[in-house]
């Protein structure tokens, strides 16, 4: 009986057969065995190709060796490696293609096969049965660690974290925690930078999807910029940045205020007072540096009561009705600051008879003047306004 050879090619030698031969080829099929157990081999691949791995009859052949590594880099098309459809084995294939753009399949030759997709390298554990090549890793399920693992430059495509888990420190205390809710669709990405810029804190998913920051309770948010560095709302090409702050949702609920600046020319830096105003009332009034401060309001005139003496000091803003049925008054004028205003009124229609006399305070003057302003007119009402040194109170209205 002649001799025989399994599905791999080693050979099964009949009783009476090869005599003279039994030690070379018993040592071929040992080595033949080895390769099958444990041996290592390349495979080079082509493009637009088929490699067809065959047994060879009592000769090694990559078809009966167990860690095949694929080879070359494809350029111009996918490439398939066929193993014949009556092979009962399995293998580690590593397919370590160098190119990006195309396939790699490792099949029987009726059977669809596993596949690598374009761009993805790496060893799969593959069986077949006679009929299909199956990727027996792929039902590995996800590898558990116990105690203490420390991972060093490993890269993680796609982790996942139960609701509420965690990472942590090197103590085990939570660090970053995830939580989820059904069906979700948007996420955060953290993109690092080049040198000179900042890294990017996004939202991504859907178009126009916000970011919420939550503070536990009636806890704040700070944010807190270095020594030199600052909070910027940022502006593009259709709007300039934009402070929305929302109503109450007990109250109007759905409005807005919003603080926006204008079409601006040059920079503009305004700096808060120190305290709150001393009087209620005032309101904030800015230097052309942008300093804000406190300030009364100022206009209109503050009317007293009817001044019936022989002479009257007068305050800058108030306005005097002044009665000379008796006697004639002189009023003196305040030391005048520019835009200062005081108001005469004749109360009895008597200016006529009894004269009111406008001094000046000092050495200022009326009218360019350091005369004395005297009103004999019968019902005169006048305000006189502080305008300079040079020409001093002027009438505003007679």
Known sequence: MPSTYTNLGIQKMATGEKAGTWGTLTNTNWDMMENIAGGYVTQALADNSTVTLTKSDGAESVLATRVIKLTGTLSAGNAIVTVPDSIENWWIVNNAEGGSTYTVTFKTVSGTGVAWAAGVTGAKLIYTDGTNCVDASASFGDVTLTGTQTLTNKTLTEPKFADGGFIADTTGAETLAFGEVSSPLNEFKITNAASGNGPILSSQGQTNVPINITPAGTGDVFINPPSSGSLIISGNSTQAGKIIMQADTDDSGSFVASFQPGVLTE??????????????????????????????????????????????????????????????????LPAGSVGDEVSFIDYARTFDTNNLTVESDSSEKIYASTDDLTVAVEGASFTLVYVDATQGWLLKDK
């Not at 009087?279 to 100022?298: H, P």
């Not at 009257?312 to 008054?329: E, K, L, R, S, W």
């Open 267 to 332: 920079s503009t830096n305004y700096k808060l007072p120190l305290a709150y105003a001393t009087t209620t009332g005032f309101v904030l009034s800015s230097t052309d540096a942008g300093v804000l401060s406190w300030a009364e309001v100022a206009g209109g005139t503050s009317w007293q009561a009817v001044e019936t003496g022989a002479t009257m000091t007068a305050v800058a803003g108030n306005g005097y009705p002044v009665n000379t049925t008796a006697q004639a008054c002189t009023a003196t």
